[in-house]
Nanobody, 118 residues
Framework: QVQLVESGGGLVQPGGSLRLSCAAS????????MSWYRQAPGKEREIVAF????????NYADSVKGRFTISRDDAKNTVYLQMNSLESEDTAVYYC???????????WGQGTQVTVSS
């Protein structure tokens, strides 16, 4: 059974940091591209960060470049999103996505809420 389980969300003040984790199981994690998406209230889901396979190239939305870092640990089947200098505009539900390269096979987690507020 495929599972992506996000954790690490919560309430943080502007300028603060959070690290999200996404633990994967039920598929060969090391074969998959991994991404973080987010969806704010009333807005469409948007991609935030991406790390590909096999080269581990990363890419970021312009709005988070220089503040967020995506990384992965194949030994732990986990992908991370380190978020620094958080802004109120970063408030959203954050989702983990796994996509098998050159296919339409992809999986989603259930999401974790991040709220940036004073």
């Amino acid at each position: 059974q495929v599972q992506l389980v996000e954790s690490g969300g919560g309430l943080v003040q502007p300028g603060g940091s959070l690290r999200l984790s996404c633990a994967a199981s039920g598929f060969t994690f090391s074969d998959y591209h991994m991404s973080w998406y987010r969806q704010a209230p009333g807005k469409e889901r948007e991609i935030v960060a991406f790390i590909n396979r096999p080269y581990d190239t990363t890419n970021y939305a312009d709005s988070v470049k220089g503040r967020f870092t995506i990384s992965r640990d194949d030994a732990k089947n986990t992908v991370y999103l380190q978020m620094n200098s958080l802004e109120s505009e970063d408030t959203a539900v954050y989702y983990c996505n796994a996509r098998r390269p050159f296919t339409n096979v992809d999986y989603w987690g259930q999401g974790t809420q991040v709220t940036v507020s004073s």
